[in-house]
């Protein structure tokens, strides 16, 4: 059985516009499409929910539809919501008020922090939301380990027949001691592995299973953020990997995943790794 992919809906622009992003990207991947609300009532969910399935069903009239309002916090509904899904869709910002920001405020970062699957934030200009860069972009790290990010790059951009960009970013500065905010695992990877040598690894095994996805590789000297900021502004979606903390529930999404889910040009999935 295919996993739905789940958006959720809380009325606001931001979350129609992940509808809009959520049915093209059910179309792409040949899944069904759940819309989840979180509300308190049963008079103004009827309206909203009614209001997003019609959307979805207008701009994918193919995919199959099922939609579910929740009586329980909007963080509670959504990570529920994510764990028999494909990828679970939000919008980058919400109504406030009760449920703030549907996301990007408080609701969005804590649902990406509990995620158990891929969770994307739909944002950035209309242009970045749909297919006209051609570009999926993914971020690879030295050390920690990208294969989650990476596969699910090469699987969006296969479904979306365009190319994968794959990016690693690294400061060149070594020699002793890590410089102020670098770690130590840090410097000593670099040794180990030269820049190129990191991207070769962690794509060697995909770019096989995707020999039809092309696939180019940038390495880039500085932030990682700066890089990939940059990168996602030619790109329409952002993939990013995130470590699971040791001993407590959730994700450590890390200042650099915190920067990109408020400032990337396009929308950002965040994929858990294994």
Do not use: K
């Amino acid at each position: 059985m295919t996993l739905p992919l789940v958006v959720g809906a809380d009325g606001s622009e931001a979350s129609l516009e992940a509808v809009d992003w959520a049915a093209a990207e059910a179309v792409r991947r040949g899944a069904p499409l759940h819309v989840l609300h979180a509300a308190a009532g049963d008079r103004e969910a009827s309206g909203v929910l009614r209001a997003a399935v019609e959307r979805a069903g207008a701009a994918a009239p193919a995919v199959r539809l099922s939609s579910e309002v929740v009586h329980e916090d909007a963080i509670s509904a959504l990570v529920a919501g994510d764990r028999a899904a494909l990828a679970l869709v939000l919008g980058s910002r919400g109504l406030g008020g009760e449920l703030p920001g549907l996301l990007l405020g408080s609701v969005a970062l804590a649902v990406a922090a509990r995620l158990h699957c891929p969770v994307v934030v739909v944002r950035g200009e209309a242009r970045h939301r749909g297919t006209r860069f051609g570009s999926v972009v993914v971020g690879v790290e030295a050390g920690e380990g990208s294969d989650t990010a990476v596969e699910f790059a090469f699987r969006e951009a296969r479904a979306r027949r365009c190319r994968l960009v794959a990016v690693h970013a690294w400061n060149p500065r070594f020699g002793g001691p890590a410089a102020p905010g670098i770690p130590p695992w840090y410097v000593a990877e670099a040794h180990r592995r030269p820049p190129a040598q990191v991207l070769d690894d962690e794509l060697g095994a995909p770019a096989e299973r995707y020999r039809d996805v092309p696939a180019h590789r940038s390495v880039i000297d500085g932030p990682a953020r700066q890089a990939l900021v940059a990168a996602a502004s030619e790109a329409d979606l952002l993939v990013v990997g995130a470590r699971r903390r040791q001993a407590v529930v959730g994700l450590q999404l890390g200042l650099i995943n915190h920067a990109l889910l408020h400032h990337a040009p396009c929308p950002v999935a965040v994929v858990p790794r294994a």
